[in-house]
Structures are given as structure tokens and as C-alpha cells.
């Protein structure tokens, strides 16, 4: 069990392929053929075309806001490719690698950070939860959905992310503490990317890991490190197989970095060191994929470049039909927020009507 050789009093990070691409344990290499290792880097490749692109586009003041999964790629895809189908995701709201993995579409999410209320409606056959802003809010949730595969007698298991800040809250000890006690088949998943907007992970908790929140609850943890794809794909592996022998919970520390800023409303040179980011590029979790199968001869330069191009056209291809027929309209914050508007929406939302009646 890699949650007995890695858990949180063991105090080791769990780690297969080093900063260069190279395989640090052989024997640890989760069975999987050259070409689902391609797959799941090209689904890297791809977070980080439609990141790029959605920046450019922010800042020429055509895409609302957006928050950048730049330098998270491995923690992403890595544990949604453990994912079987019928399992379920449960977002916060910065794992663009694993909806798209998970097979949700580009145009959906933008056209989320458009700020159009479709684009948290997805397919039927997309067993994944709306984006979740409130932070860790979406815990609660997950347990309740993964309680409710129990109670249905399915083998479901249910997914859920939070931020290294997202650990801080309530409702992140409340869902661990419920899912341990329930026996919930759920993974959490926390993406400690060093930083909450301007609080840096010293100043989050005193705890030496976030994993070791795990030991309170009383169910298995491990530390990752979350630049590793195959790591990743490993411990999530074991936590959801876990989970689905009816074994409980499992929470996973995926230790990253967002390279980039929390959101595009902020500036990260006012609260860290350029030199820190520099250490942390060294350790991109795409730089050290690619060089991996380069090594292997499945992949090269050329190819990388060509799908590069093709991955960055196509998300400013679905971007123009967002911002074609997206458009955002406010009666959509009214109608979309419960399935029936409550009273006290519905006197606004009349406030509203007769506005937009009187401006006519
Ligand atoms: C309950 C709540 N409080 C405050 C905020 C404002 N807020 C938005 S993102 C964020 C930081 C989240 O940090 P973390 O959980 O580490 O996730 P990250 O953004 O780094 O992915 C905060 C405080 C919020 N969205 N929800």
C-alpha cells in the first residue's frame, strides 16, 4: 500500500519520475501502455494551450475573468485518468486539466469564465458537479454524493479537489471527518499550490503537511509530489480501487506550484519572489512528461510543436463561438440559481424586470 509506505507520519513525499523525465522506481510505474501516457499528456498540453489562450483573451478585455491551472497540470490529469466512467468529479474551481479529462468541453468552460451560466451544464454522461467558488464549500457535497452511491448499493466513487486554503476551513474537516466516519468512497484531493491568492502555505497552518490532517480524521493520507504524472495516477489509482472495495476514504496531498497569477484580478510579483517561481519552473510537470516520452521515442519536438499550434487555434476557435453567442444576461443569475426561485430572489428579480422596463 503506497498510503503505508508514504502516509502522513512517514513523512516522504511519494514520487516515480524526477524533475528530468527519469524513473526513480521502476518497479512503482503503474501498468499502463505508452499510448494512455501520450493521451494524458496531450490532455496536459491541451490545459495549457486553453490557459494561454484564455489569458490573452482576459486581457484584451474580452473573457471575463480566469483562474490559471499553469504548472497543476500533473495533479489534474494524472488523478482523473484513475477515474472508471460512472465515478464522479466534484470541482472547486482550478482543475481545468482533470473536467477536460473527465470529457467536459472547452466551450463549456469558457464559456464558465465568460460568465455565462451554461457553461456549468454539462452532458448527462458527465458525472461532474458545477464549478465551486465558495471555497471547500464543495466537500460537503462530495461526501453526500459518494454517501449516496453507498446508500444506492453503486460502486461509484466520487473525486473532490480543494486548494491548500480551501484546508483551512470548516468544511473541509467536517467532510473528512463525516466521510471516515460514513465510510464514504471518496478521494479527496488537496492542490497544494504553495499559495491561497496572497497567503503562502507558512502562514496557512502550522502543520508541517496538509496530509497530516488526515491522521485527525483517522483515515489513510499520502503526499504526492503533484508535478508527477505517473505519481499522481498512482496514488489516486489506489485511493479510488480503496474506495471501491467499500474501504473508505483517502485523502491526497498533490504538492505543486501555480505558476502563474491566482486569478487574472491579481498580481503575484507583490507577494512572491521571481527566483521562487524560477525553481518551481524547473519542475514543470509538462517539461519533464515530454522529455519522458521523447526518451521513450513516442513523441518528439516536432509533434510537440505542431500540436501545440493546433491546440492553441482550437481554443481560440471555441472562444469565438463563446463569444459569439455566450453572451451574459442577468435574468440568468436569477433563474439558474435554484430550481425554483425562492421568494426573496423573485422580488428581486421583478425589481429587475421593471428596471430594465423603466431604462427602456
Ligand atoms: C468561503 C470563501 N471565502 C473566501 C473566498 C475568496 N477566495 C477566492 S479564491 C481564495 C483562495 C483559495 O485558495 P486555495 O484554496 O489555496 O485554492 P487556489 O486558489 O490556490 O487554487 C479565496 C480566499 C471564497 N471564494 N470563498
Known sequence: MLTEQYGPLQKKMFQIMDETGAILSPDLVPDRSEEEWLQSYKLMLKTRSADNKALQLQRQGRMLTYAPNTGQEAAQVGSAAAMEKGDWLVPAFRELGAWLSRGVDLERVYLYWYGNELGSQFPEDVRMLPISVPIASQLQHAVGVAMASNIKGESDVTVAYVGDGGTSIGDFSEALNFAGVFNAPVVFIIQNNQYAISVSRQKQTKAETLVQKAVAAGIPGILVDGND?????????????????GEGPTLIEAYTYRLGAHTTSDDPTKYREDEEVETWRDKDPVKRMKAYLIGKGVWSEEEDAKLIEEYDEEALEVFRKVEASGETKLEDIFKYHFREMPP????QYEEYVQYLEEVE
Open 229 to 245: 504524472l505517473m505519481a499522481m495516477y498512482a496514488a489516486t489509482k489506489e485511493a479510488i480501487e480503496r474506495a471501491r472495495r
Open 344 to 347: 426573496h430572489l423573485q422580488e
